[in-house]
């Protein structure tokens, strides 16, 4: 089993900036995919962003230009740089990896985020 923990939410302004933690048990490497999803109360989970194993990265539209994915393998750790928040963004945001060649997937617990206007 591996555990994902988030850090690095909190309350923060609009135009504000926070920058998301998440820090894998294992080794990151492992995983095919390493994506932040976002969930906002009465909308449904959504994908953030994502970054492959191999580099290349995507955006929602909502926070492109604003946000970006990063990973640090000797830590274990993928971050989410955020900029220029808006209340919008508000949302509890759960770090998610998968490995295509296990076939298995975690979740973490979530991180709140709250932007006020």
């Known amino acids: 089993q591996v555990q994902l923990v988030e850090s690095g939410g909190g309350l923060v302004q609009a135009g504000g900036s926070l920058r998301l933690s998440c820090a894998a048990s294992?080794?990151?490497?492992?995983?095919?995919?390493m994506d932040w999803y976002r969930q906002a109360p009465g909308k449904q989970r959504e994908l953030v962003a994502s970054?492959?194993?191999?580099?290349?990265?995507t955006y929602a539209d909502s926070v492109k230009g604003r946000v970006t994915i990063s990973r640090d393998n000797a830590k274990n750790v993928v971050y989410l740089q955020m900029n220029s928040l808006k209340p919008e963004d508000t949302a509890v945001y759960y770090c998610?990896?998968?490995?295509?060649?296990?076939?298995?997937?975690?979740w973490g617990q979530g991180t709140q985020v709250t932007v006020s206007s």
């Open positions: 294992t080794s990151i490497i492992n995983f095919t995919f």
């Open positions: 970054m492959t194993h191999y580099g290349p990265t």
């Open positions: 998610y990896v998968r490995s295509v060649v296990s076939n298995r997937e975690f």
